[in-house]
DNA sequence: AATATCAATATTGTCGACAATACACTGCCA
DNA sequence: TGGCAGTGTATTGTCGACAATATTGATATT
């Protein structure tokens, strides 16, 4: 699927490469539902591999926090809650303001024209369907900017963690917003900023634009409680 | 050891839990060197256990990022950089000051009384011997901000990812400083920022402090390398 | 009816063996 | 002499079985 041949597809050399990356889409997607309980006879037995390979992949999964386990009892998906994904939000607004930054720093001029030509590609996606930009055109601008810190460690984070979490709330969680046209324009401000080099600016807005959509997230949540309540 | 204990020591239930342990520290202590290859066997034997488990704590150390494995090739301990510890000192900036922010919000008075104490206790410390300060109870005072931030997200990330790398940056590149008393000081700034509740004051001193230190640090890295070149 | 106890069953952790892959060494050829 | 190919060995990935632990269901007690 494209969303992952855009984000650095996993490079699948075993088995439990494979089995991961198709655990990873299973959460993600709800096939295996958030806070149900995994057995590993039942997997391995679906998928036709030994266990060895399965708990491999479980191990990946706990380190990019899809999964929990508990010795002895075994994995469960993490159970997903209004509290966990406004701490998301805020690291992102730390995390992702100083990729801004950084990027405002880094990012060659070779970069920045790529970065054009893909707001240039999500403008005309926005005005055909607004959905496939929300499920990952966003994502997509973001994983730019932070590949453009070229600071490894903080792509890895990126990549190994809070990726997959975003994710995982993002369908799970269904999160339709009114906001696309306004997020758009924030994210040009944003391009606008790095192309002139003002790290400091790019900062601010990348941080006050994450703040604003963790605003949003917050009231669409509490919207959606007020209604199953 | 008191290190373990002072910040969050990992529940020993299984085999993998207790090498996992003995592993971090025999690399953070330079007992399995920098760079250097692991051998399964080797190691299995070494701790008379099945290669089962070792790979289970195997997959922990990479998931905190102390070794790198290759599928088919095996594990290697992280070769230690300038370029990787600067970018670690940046993340750092970015979400210690996050933290102290919320830390100025979400601390009781009795944290905050504690961490009073804490900063008591460091100031005998200091009189008598500054190894032990420059070793663990830096990381102490910064834990206790971050755990204070109630984040508990921010938390893991710190405990899993970053706490071990900065132990091995640090016991590896023998970080002795002149800046401890000055650190210190900045140290009583901040709680006092955080006291008074004031976020946004407690996250510039923290990016601030943090910054200096990661200046401090490059400056000596650099005298370091002018020495061996 | 509710709670506690016990035994059976299922699951998780670990073991040792086999299959697949990479590495190291040797010999041959240009 | 240097590079390449082939072979043997070591290591990594996976398998299935056994041991240890937790869960579930049935029975007894209050």
Redesign the pocket.
């Given at each position: 699927m494209s969303d992952t041949q855009e984000n650095e597809p996993m490079v699948i050399?075993?088995?439990?490469?494979?089995v991961c990356n198709k655990l990873q889409n299973a959460i993600v997607e709800g096939v295996i539902p958030a806070g149900s309980?995994?057995?590993?006879?039942?997997l391995?037995s679906e998928f036709?591999?030994?266990?060895?390979?399965?708990?491999?992949a479980?191990s990946r999964l706990e380190a990019c926090n899809l999964i929990e386990?508990?010795?002895?009892?075994?994995?469960r998906v993490v159970t997903l809650t209004r509290e966990h994904l406004v701490e998301i939000y805020l690291i992102r607004e730390s995390l992702e303001g100083l990729a801004a930054r950084l990027a405002a720093e880094k990012m060659s001029d070779k970069d920045i024209f790529e970065l054009d030509a893909l707001l240039e590609k999500h403008k005309q996606q926005i005005k055909q369907d607004q959905s496939y930009y929300q499920k990952e055109g966003d994502m997509d601008f973001h994983f730019r900017i932070i590949k453009g810190s070229k600071n490894s460690h903080l792509i890895d984070m990126f990549s190994n963690d809070l990726y997959h979490l975003i994710r995982l709330y993002r369908y799970q969680f269904g999160m339709v917003s009114k906001r696309v046209p306004r997020a758009f324009v924030e994210h040009e401000q944003i391009v606008d900023a790095i192309r002139q080099r003002d790290g400091e600016l790019a900062q601010f807005l990348m941080t006050r634009h994450i703040s604003s959509s963790r605003r949003n997230v917050e009231k669409m949540l509490d919207e959606h409680l007020a209604i199953t309540d």
């Open positions: 050399s075993t088995i439990a490469d494979k309980k995994i057995s590993e006879p039942a391995a036709g591999i030994s266990r060895g390979p399965l708990r491999e479980l386990r508990t010795p002895n009892v075994g994995a």
